[in-house]
């Protein structure tokens, strides 16, 4: 349920939101019936885009066109035709738009050239703010966070030797997606030195997600949770 209306205090931890409509307030308790229920706030940031996100935009436009064969103009207005329809964002010029706006379409601009495999003169971690969406997309896509090439899903976390891949409890592994060569270098120079080398991290991803990945069935999960109630 999204609750519209605007921060009018904050005190220490503490946020109040008036919102616009008080029907909505009162609709609350057919959602949730929880006392204090969780919620995310989400504020959007009106401030204009930087001069950095455009130059981001453009450049990851710019790598789509050359690789779907269009001209940067046509391929700009599709993409951000593509956006509108995908996330539901109004329409928007890169002349007016706000900060928030402009990281989201960098992220779906990212996301679409990873998913296809788009030849990328650069990492994405030059284009994507946000580095924990980037360790993300390359996860979803298995996409080399280093440089794009096919990879495979590695801990960061020692599994130990011996030890079935197919059993461990992913749940409780930090994740990073990175192609062969990349992971030899990993093993080869020490995760620190690596981490350090390339700006990078693993990701913890919850249950959910690590099921849509095909990274771990909710059966094996279970599987595991027995097993822990058995032996405690």
């Known amino acids: 349920m999204d609750l519209w209306g605007k921060i009018t205090a904050i005190k220490g931890n503490q946020v109040v939101i008036t919102l616009e409509n008080r029907e909505e307030l009162a609709n609350l308790s057919l959602f949730t019936t929880a006392e204090q229920p969780q919620v995310i706030v989400d504020v959007q940031d ?45 329409y928007f010029s890169f002349s007016d738009t706000d900060m928030t706006t402009a990281r989201r379409f960098i992220t779906f601009l990212l996301d679409f050239a990873i998913r296809n495999k788009v030849p990328m003169k650069h990492s994405g971690m030059t284009y994507q703010d946000d580095l924990d969406m980037y360790m993300y997309m390359s996860l979803k896509h298995r996409s080399c966070v280093i440089c794009g090439k096919d990879a ?20 409780r592994k930090h994740l990073i997606a990175l192609c062969e060569e990349h992971h030899e270098e990993t093993h080869r120079i020490g995760w620190p030195t690596f981490k350090s080398k390339y700006h990078v991290k693993g990701i913890l991803l919850d249950s959910q997600t690590l099921n849509q990945l095909g990274i771990m ?7 595991i949770d027995d097993d822990t109630e058995r032996t405690t």
């Open 46 to 90: 009106e401030r204009y885009l930087s001069k950095m996100q455009r130059k981001k935009a453009y450049a990851i436009i710019a790598e789509i066109a050359r690789w779907s064969g269009m001209f940067p103009e046509e391929c700009k207005e599709w993409m951000k035709y593509y956006f509108t329809a995908e996330t539901g964002n109004p």
């Open 152 to 171: 495979q899903i590695h801990h960061i976390d020692t599994v130990g030797m011996g030890n079935d891949r197919k059993l461990v409890d992913h749940r």
């Open 217 to 223: 069935t909710y059966k094996r999960m279970k599987e």
